[in-house]
């Protein structure tokens, strides 16, 4: 019975790095349609989810029904969902973390985008459960296709920064962020 008896919780940053993309590279939308698919097949196996997104702090979005039918209702749920602001993740991880009172997956979907020693306290205090840390990154993210003098801007800060993005700084970039998500999996590890 114990075996049977798994609550899925789905935790979606909607920090305005999530707001990153366009169409189908959108972060918070392939994120949350991530989450919506852990939800789905929670729902089909008649088991319960949660479904929440954070910055700051967890919101809960479901109302505890743990259906297909509740399923679509999240989907209009998340549509008013605007990423903004800063992701606190240890503050609203571990504040979820004291929330769950049975055994179960927690789900977490973020780009990682903030501080990764408060990413890594945050997972850690969902330690007693099994965790998936799902990193979204956009593929312009990943690797710019910009090129020449180029402003940069800050989707967080709205800071902006105007360079030439090409040959060695272009390099230069593809290695800080493969050392960025390197850095990721090495403390979701630990």
Known sequence: EEERNLTVHVLVDASASMGFGEGDQHKFEFGAKLGLGYAYLVAEAHDDFRYSVFRERPERLDAGKSTRGEVLELVDRLNGVEPAGEADFEAALSA??????????VVVVTDCIGDLDGLETGLASLSRNEVVLAQVLSPDELDPGATGDTIFEDVESEATRRTYFGGRQAERYRGRVRSF??????RAHD
Do not use: F, G, Q, T
């Open 181 to 186: 998500v390197d850095d990721v999996e090495s």
């Open 96 to 105: 979820y973390a004291a929330s769950i009172r049975s055994r179960s997956l």
